[in-house]
């Protein structure tokens, strides 16, 4: 498949992919806009950066148009279902660019966001919803959102839906809608926990696979930096010197430090702003549409934005903590190289992280190019590699540029070294670590899951 013409797609979808530029599917949507269109469930897998938020709309927009039923309100005939606030909102962004010639309805109600203004959207009427579970959940308990009409569900995402501990949840959601209905299951990673998700929500699905999982798009170079902890503040404004103007994504693993280094990299005259999950929702927001428009050259993120967020023209990704887990390393550098864009992924690494390193090297399956032409190159060698103990996924937390806090660092409440505050991932992102009562966007997890009844 070459050109979108061959998908038999309908003219007003036609014409506003034609609007967007695009002329050629990606893999992902080549291989799947056919089975989608078909009612056949779908698995599938694509490096992010691969199109696959299109690859679904698309398909269901067509349906919904070709079915030509009215919507009703409070009585969605699409559900899709995205683990944070940030990816439910750029679906919606992609609604909006593909359904502009089509008289359909979408919404998005995620939590963070005023309940009164996804009631009147509800209570209108839409065709598609958008929705993050825990103010889906919120919606059903209230009755503005019923499924007897839903015969598409779409996971975006899903496993960090399941990260997030959404698994039960969506399972029920799931339970809810007409025995008859249509799953579809999209992320960039499959680990084998989603297996269980998949038998029993799909049936008879098309695996989808462009790419094998954790492995990370062809046209982004990755380099990695060597260098020490109190350097490395020096290092990025290197780069950036080196690079005035381009528009560069630069990943923390904590909130604090997030703030702290976008505020230096203000006081040294850089356009920059910062985003994370302690910010509200309309600060994160507005910060987006600030380095999408280009008034901000440089976007300081936790992991927050590194699911989700396709922001046009990123040309460097910066790891300045390298992550713990190694899918989130893929899902960071996928920002930049999207849409078959070239980009660079720069790491930084410490001689006290080079396990770390080595951990992601052998997830990607490939080694990462070890980058010397800078001032600030440090050798590290086997030795250290060595000494990184395997087991240790928690990783270091930085404070200044110039080392460690110590081993409770700024994700635990102790600083010893048996700190009683462990999260999942040491980076308290969001509030959510552990078994604590709220979930990376804000919604509460610990009122009482709905029944099929009161879904109906």
Not at 58 to 63: G, V
Not at 122 to 128: D, E, H, T
Request: charged share 25%; hydrophobic share 35%.
């Amino acid at each position: 498949m070459t050109q979108f013409s061959e998908l038999n797609l309908i003219e007003p979808l036609q014409r506003a992919i034609d609007a967007q530029g695009f002329t050629t599917p990606t893999a992902i949507q080549s291989k799947t806009i056919p089975a989608l269109m078909e009612g056949r469930d779908v698995i599938g897998l694509s490096q992010t950066g691969g199109g696959k938020t299109a690859a679904f709309v698309l398909p269901l927009l067509q349906r919904l148009y070709e079915q030509k039923e009215r919507y009703v309100a409070n009585h969605p005939q699409a559900l899709i279902l995205a683990p944070t606030r940030e990816i439910a909102m750029q679906i919606g962004h992609v609604l909006r660019d593909l359904s502009k010639f089509l008289p359909i309805r979408y919404t998005t109600v995620t939590g963070g966001a005023p309940m009164f203004p996804q009631f009147r959207d509800l209570n209108r009427g839409v065709n598609i919803l958008v929705a993050t579970p825990g103010r889906l959940i919120d919606h059903v308990k209230r009755g503005s959102v019923k499924f007897d009409h839903t015969t598409t569900l779409i996971l975006d995402e899903a496993d960090r839906m399941l990260d997030l501990g959404f698994s039960d949840e969506v399972i029920e959601i799931a339970n809810s809608l007409p025995k008859e209905h249509q799953t579809v299951l999209f992320s960039a990673t499959m680990p084998k926990s989603v297996d269980r998700l998949i038998k029993q929500l799909l049936t008879n699905p098309v695996r989808i696979e462009t790419a094998k999982e954790s492995t990370t798009a062809a046209n982004v170079t990755q380099r990695a930096f060597y260098v020490h902890g109190g350097q490395k503040q020096a290092l990025l404004s290197h780069i950036l010197d080196k690079n005035p103007g381009e528009r560069v994504l630069v990943f923390m693993q904590t909130k604090a430090e997030c703030d702290r280094w976008s505020d230096a990299l203000r006081e040294d005259g850089r356009r920059v702003d910062a985003i994370h999950g302690d910010k509200q929702q309309r600060i994160r927001t507005k910060v987006m549409n600030k380095f999408r428009r280009g008034d901000i050259d440089v976007l300081v993120a936790t992991d927050v934005a590194a699911r989700g967020i396709d922001v046009q023209g990123i040309k460097i990704v910066v790891n300045i903590d390298l992550p713990t887990d190694p899918e989130n390393y893929v899902h960071r550098i996928g920002r930049t190289g999207r849409a078959e864009a070239t980009g660079d992924a720069y790491s930084f690494c410490s001689p006290k992280e080079i396990g770390t390193l080595k951990r992601i090297e052998k997830s990607i399956r490939q080694d990462i190019t070890v980058e010397k032409d800078h001032p600030f190159h440090v050798e590290i060698s086997m030795r250290d590699a060595n000494s990184q103990r395997p087991n240790n996924r928690r990783g270091k937390s930085f404070g200044k540029p110039g080392g460690n806090r110590g081993r409770g660092g700024p994700g635990r409440s102790g600083p010893g070294r048996n700190g009683p505050a462990r999260g999942r991932t040491g980076n308290n992102e969001g509030g959510f670590g552990g078994r604590q009562a709220q979930n990376a966007n804000g919604e509460n997890r610990s009122q009482k899951r709905f029944t099929k009844r009161q879904a109906a």
